[in-house]
């Protein structure tokens, strides 16, 4: 299993029209193509107007497939066209499990 962390970084200001795109469209969007959502979080100390997403995959191939889907669902194009203008930076990570603690 691998997890990938997703953190963006807004403008000031910006979060909550983000915010208001993905519970209207969005989230359902990357919950059919990338499957459960481990967390969804904005951030409340440290570096402010962040939202970090969650996913967990079976493994890289599976996230590769899964992002290719979403990325060419016409939906997710539009949504993405209007909302990448509010992000000031994005960071990902991927996480592997350990053999001992894999599920």
Do not use: N
Not at 23 to 39: D, H, W
């Amino acid at each position: 299993m691998i997890v990938e962390i997703r953190t963006y970084t807004f403008r000031s200001g910006t979060m909550a029209q983000y915010l208001k795109a993905f519970e209207r469209i969005g989230f359902a969007l990357q919950k059919q193509y990338l499957g459960e959502c481990i967390g969804f979080l904005t951030s409340e100390t440290g570096p402010i107007e962040q939202v970090v997403q969650i996913f967990g995959y079976e493994s890289w191939e599976d996230r590769e497939v899964r992002r290719k889907a979403l990325y060419a669902d016409e939906s997710f194009k539009t949504m993405s066209e209007e909302l990448h203008p509010l992000i000031q930076s994005k960071d990902s990570q991927i996480f592997r499990s350990v053999p001992f603690a894999a599920r």
